[in-house]
């Protein structure tokens, strides 16, 4: 490499524990220390900074990063030019994407954008959110919010808010309501150009998105193993769910085998009474640490 380390960028904040516990089912533990924004890693290779996701892909883009973790929605705000090497969808409260929404008190008038024609509006994604409404030829007066977004709404401060969810529990929580859906973003990860066109850098990085990919993966599915019956094998064989095929191997009773399939954790509560009543015994679930 052109230095002897690849400079990763974790953020730091809401997405801060769910990105160090996917590096750690990925292979890598990283370790925070009070105060200090240089955690440390198991791996020679890396050298570990934080930094919050609002700022990460300017850092990346002006190579402070050779690579970093960031949402789709913030690389859109500061216009960055960086390499997208892959979509890693996570989140600190589920694996999905979230939601930039318009969100107007429950009791309003408001009922689409164009509604809000001369009004105010307070959000973080100051950017973006001023694209949006000029795009739809509105004119409304857009400002930044620090913080505690929903409240503004409530008290007055301004006619409507721009802000992120998953669920949408706390919008609904503080009586709002939603009246578009802005944009959908995601975590991805990201790599400076120059970084990226350094081969042993790339190959790194690459192998960072592979088995981070691999993690995930492996988060929505399980193992099962378990003892069939030899004969009920070509009945049920196509249709058992798994990766690809199903691993069969002998057992000393030659009227039995040993299969083992990779599943979607979703469909095992309905398969296994099916594999029950097929004659399928001593069935065991496990978890799977990545799946590639």
């Not at 609002?54 to 002006?62: D, F, G, K, R, T």
Request: hydrophobic share 40%.
């Amino acid at each position: 490499m052109s230095e002897q380390f690849l400079r990763l960028g974790v953020p730091k904040g809401s997405l801060q524990d769910a990105t160090i516990n996917l590096f750690a089912k990925a292979g890598w533990k990283i370790k925070l220390h009070n105060r200090n924004y240089f955690p440390d890693i198991d791996d020679d290779r890396i050298k570990c900074s934080l930094a919050r996701a609002q700022e990460m892909s300017m850092y990346v883009e002006n190579g402070t990063f050779d690579v970093g973790l960031t949402g789709m929605d913030w690389i859109r705000e500061n216009k960055s030019d960086v390499v997208v090497v892959d979509d890693l969808i996570y989140s600190k409260v589920s694996n999905r994407k979230a939601r930039w929404v318009l969100c107007v008190k429950g009791d309003s008038p408001y009922k689409r954008p164009e509604d809000l024609e001369g009004k105010k509006i307070a959000t973080e994604l100051l950017g973006f959110t001023k694209e949006y409404f000029s795009s739809q030829d509105i004119n409304v007066d857009v400002s930044f919010s620090w913080g505690t977004t929903e409240a503004k709404v409530v008290e007055g401060l301004c006619d409507a808010i721009v802000e992120i969810t998953e669920t949408g529990t706390t919008i609904r929580a503080n009586g709002l309501r939603i009246i578009a859906e802005l944009m959908q973003t995601n975590t991805q990860l990201i790599a400076n150009r120059e970084a990226w066109e350094d081969p042993k850098k790339r190959k790194l990085i690459q192998e960072i998105n592979m088995l981070l990919q691999g993690a995930l993966k492996a988060e929505k599915m399980v193992g099962l193993k378990m003892n069939l019956p030899k004969d009920k094998l070509k009945e049920l064989n196509g249709s058992l769910p798994s990766l690809n095929s199903p691993t069969v191997a002998e057992l000393q009773d030659p009227s039995w085998l040993s299969v083992e399939i990779m599943v979607e954790e979703q469909v095992v509560r309905d398969l296994v009474p099916r594999l029950v009543d097929f004659g399928a015994e001593g069935i065991i679930e496990y978890p799977l640490n990545k799946v590639i």
